[in-house]
């Protein structure tokens, strides 16, 4: 099994997503937050991989919240962590303020626990996520596990996800802290592969034309 | 005296519309805020040693050699592989199999368990894998002609002639320097609380350095090999004058684009400096004639910046019309202003070209370490920290942000060939950046998010059919093609220096500015561009070797040295060499 960095992860992650469909915006989140699930040791590539073939050839409009009221919910049956996330994100302040948010049926829900993790930090303030078997606080620099395991949150769908805000005290917030590390992180050959798969959709084919001019060179290097 | 920088009326920074377009941006020259110059400041200042514990370089200039680099709490090394490269495998592209030299840099005293592995991957670079114990990993060619005459020389007892030398300046060129996480080694997180590596690029300046050292020792081998009885070493003037020449694609013009917040924190560094120093209430004779010494210098050092592009020589033919004007300004004309330093930048603004202008900027840097050499370490910036969005304004925030810092953007018709006429993708064969041609080539449907302006004028447009009062977070549920200029935008708010005010698209896009913006922040001299989208450089020209490095001043390398000027102000130093630095 090689290691990978958290770069290398990040940047194919980021390709593939695009590879897969997601807008430029989007696969930049999922990107990010593949890397940041990396860094401390929770399911990474291979959930990310799960989220890309099952939205492969589905449009955005199937997958993402259909309104933002209370309930969330995706005209196609299942909402896309990465888009559901990234519009929590965006509208965190009303997280914040007390509006608790429900997701109906989910695929990959850790993919939203980076984005909110970034929210977190960003807002100085914490943010409770919890679904079936699984309850995670996160605080602005610290991620708590308090119910479940670390392999719960490689969870393939849920059928419900309920996002709240945390009171400013995070003296209440007890389980298992995920702290995050930079080193090369284990991936198996194949999800690797996978990955570089959906990566490779972004690739133009090379012509003629492209070979000779793309890269502006073609003089010898003998000299 | 030095003034102290804070006691002085903080001064404004030229403003992004002013400097972040790309004609500009494709005339810096380095300062000393490049990184190569505040490592070597780094390097003497913490009192570095160096040695070469392991050489083995056979006759047919194979093998292996270990570079230790030892500082106050962490040792480096770098390890050095030579190969017998057959000519016709050898390419200045970033795309090659095999090269010349091959070279990583590793975390720590290295193991021979650690040299054998790799043995086995660093001589394949992308084909191969390192681990998080690797910092860097890079290869470089022979410039064949001139890497032969210097053995040939060298073995006859000769010393290769100087001029022969300056036309090239280096013996080996880099085509490739990765860090940061690339091909397993260490992301850069896991290394930038280190006091040696604050700042950006400081393991792949440190890698480069002694790769010029193990190819000036490797060249003296090989003249020994070549003829034991008569070879002799290289004079140490005429080895200083060699750098690493390196040549640079397209593969680096997106970086820049794809890294906004480096990008704002570089800019905003050197126009920080800029504006320190345009503050200062007066100018000292010994500054004066730092100054001087310098503007003399980098004068004569045209004379070595050869290039056949024709643009580019053009440009250097005008900045030493500049140059030439500055030296004939003199200096008296100046001192009466309240801020004389400001003067001189602002009489240059009016009267110079932008190599001029831009060249000016560095000079004037030049004399201020004290009050500006802070300013290198804080030129890195935490992307992830600022990726977050905030959803809650509202879309008629973003649109003024937008008419404040992308008006150069939105006025532009995008659909009218000439504004489009390219676009950036990802080639499936080389997996490197390229460029293409919307209307002749296949594959504008996988472009690369690199249209900034393209693609702001487009927010904008589906901006103004929204509802002022709704938010940034509904809108971008309606409109996730417009997520990462959004995100983009919110940046450039609040680091107004992220974006290049240019279209990076359009018919007169250069991308060799983009690539010249960033290696003069790199330190980089003698921009040789060798077409539109390629340009071949030189790194650490005349700067000291380790060995020399606690007994040379380790700053004054940028330009070289020349017989001091005729002083034309009628101040005149009184000090023993007005070019020794003072940080």
Redesign the interface.
Known sequence: MDHYSLNEIEASARKAARGAGMTWGLAEEAGKATRWLAARGLPNVSTLLTLLSENDGKDYDSLCPQNLSQNWSASGGVLCPVIAGSTLNDLAHNIVLGQEIKLEAVNCPALILPILGRASKALGHGFRISWEGVVINILPDTLYLETGTIEDLGTTFTSEVVVDGLSSDSGNVSGLNIERVVKGVPLNNQDWCHLQTFAARTYVPASEESRLLGAGAGLTDND | MKQHVDSLKPFPLRPAHQVMKLDRLGAFHQTRLSFMRAVMRRLKRDSWTFECPIWRINEKGEGVAVYLAKGPKRTYSMVCFAHDLD?AQ????V?AEAWDTTFALHDGVISEEDIERLSHNVPKQEAG?C??SELVLSRA?K???LFEYVVDRLASGEQPDQETLDKVGYLMRTTAVYG???????????ISDREEMLGPFRAEMLAVWLIRTFVSDYVEQMAKYRSPETAVKLDPEIRRSLGVGN?T???MAPFLVNHPILLHSWIHARETALARVRALPDMNMVDLAHYEKHLECAFQSLERWHTDDERQTGKVEKLKADLEKLRAKPLDDFLGFDQPWDAIYRWGEAELSLEGQEILVSLLLEPHGTEIDDLASVMYAEE??N??????LCVSDMLSTLEEHYAWALDVDYNAHPNSVYFW????????P????RA????SD?E??LSIGRDAARLYQDLTISKPEE????F??RH????????RVQLTQRYPYAEIHDNLIGEDLL?VDLLRCKLSFFGATRFDP?????VRITMFQNAPYPHELSSMNEDDWAYPLVEPPEFKSEFKPETKSACQGES
């Open positions: 000519p050898r390419s200045d592209r795309i894998r681990l998080d060619n410039s064949v002609r940061n996480g690339k091909l397993g080694m260490a992301d850069r997180d896991r040549s694609g397209l593969g992830n920290d990726f977050r969005i905030d959803g809650s993708y990802v080639s499936e064969e080389k997996l490197e390229r460029l293409g041609s002749d080539e296949p594959g996988l690369q998010p938010t940034v977070g509904s971008l549920l996730p093609e417009h997520r990462l200029l959004a995100r991308p060798r077409s539109d989208r390629w």
